[in-house]
């Protein structure tokens, strides 16, 4: 949207098995589909660095696709597809922009489905490593997520002149117009954790589920309450019950994005508890700005992007990963003092009101693409 409101002809290439009309205009923007079962699709994004089957398929649709619209840019969204886009690029001789949403390389190392059979036997970490390096020297652009991952690019040798940091922010407008509904499944006059988004291991779940005996001990209405699912979601359930807070956690499932308003305007406290690791040292959670724009303090576990911009905007508190007693003592120190939730809450909301919001820090893509397509 961002792109088309600064004059570009976007064109979305999506894969998946998406039973909508295959062509569709919406708000200036195409939306190609090519159906394909999820089955498919992922093995071909595991196997991307190794048996690069993603590299034709993509590249035919790419080329149908250019004989219909013309491209003057190609913009692969996340590594998988930085072979194919090369390989597609260099035959239509246009740019390609890389597209870091994450740290995909160490995201391997943590996701279910690549770390079990039968992904675990074919997803290959060391060529997958090697075709990052390789992919992002050979890309025109390379657009990152945040400024640690910029940083550690650079320490490979990757220029900063190339890089675009885009970090993943709110949209104001788009959130304010969801609407104010209430969330009829929340307790009501108790304490309230909140955590919304995916339930993969490395989240870091388990922390707040094992914080619950402790802080119940000070704030015995508290109740923890999950918006969200995930591979991970089963042995979170069955951890609730082993630490005997059964009663006191609340698995809601996944709720229509709109409605996560309403679970946020409830909640006393939002939560990312995320592991530490070089993935979540790399990337930034979309949900730490919903947290700030709708209120809420954070307590954020000390992955280096999370506690840098929470301890900069003063917006929450900080506890050392995996530490479920620091978590407990955070929330604690938070809940016996209103004025001082009530000062983050403050604080956050200007911080993306004045910097963490998308019309700000979706310039240097605009940019981007200006800088790249001058002469075109």
Known sequence: RTLAEHGFAVTILAMDPDPRA?????????????????????????LAATLP????????????????????????????LFGAALRA????????????????????????????????????????????LKWSAAVDRLVVVIDEMAHRLQGQGLPAARMAVVPNTIQRAAFDAWPERAATDMPEGRPLLLYTGGMDGHRGLED??????????????????????????????????DEGVAGNVSFLGWKDQEA??????????????????VHTDHTIPHKLFHYMHAGLPSIVSDCRPLERIVTQEACGLVY??????????AVHILWSDPTLRQRMAERGRRAVDERWNWETTAQPLVETYQELLSGR
Request: charged share 25%; net charge positive.
């Open 320 to 329: 050392p990963s995996m530490d479920p007693r620091g978590l407990a003592e």
């Open 89 to 132: 690029g260099r035959r239509l001789r246009v740019p390609v922009v890389g597209d870091m949403h994450e740290n995909w390389v160490e995201a391997l190392k943590h996701y279910k489905w690549s770390t079990t059979a039968p992904g675990k036997w074919v997803v290959n970490l060391h060529r997958w490593q090697e075709c990052e």
């Open 208 to 241: 707040p589920i094992r914080a619950m005996p402790a802080i119940l001990q000070n704030h015995p209405e508290a109740r923890l309450v999950l918006v969200g699912d995930g591979a991970v979601r089963p042995q979170l359930e069955q951890l609730a019950r």
């Open 22 to 46: 295959p062509s569709q205009l919406s708000d200036h923007i195409r939306v190609e589909r090519v159906r394909v079962s999820r089955q498919v699709r992922n093995k071909m994004r595991g």
């Open 53 to 80: 089957l993603i590299d034709f398929f993509v590249g035919r649709q790419v080329r149908r696709l250019h004989a219909r619209h013309p491209i003057d840019a190609l913009h692969a969204h996340d590594l998988y």
């Open 260 to 277: 996560v308003r309403g679970y946020m305007m409830a909640a006393d406290i939002g939560l990312i508890p995320h592991r530490k690791t």
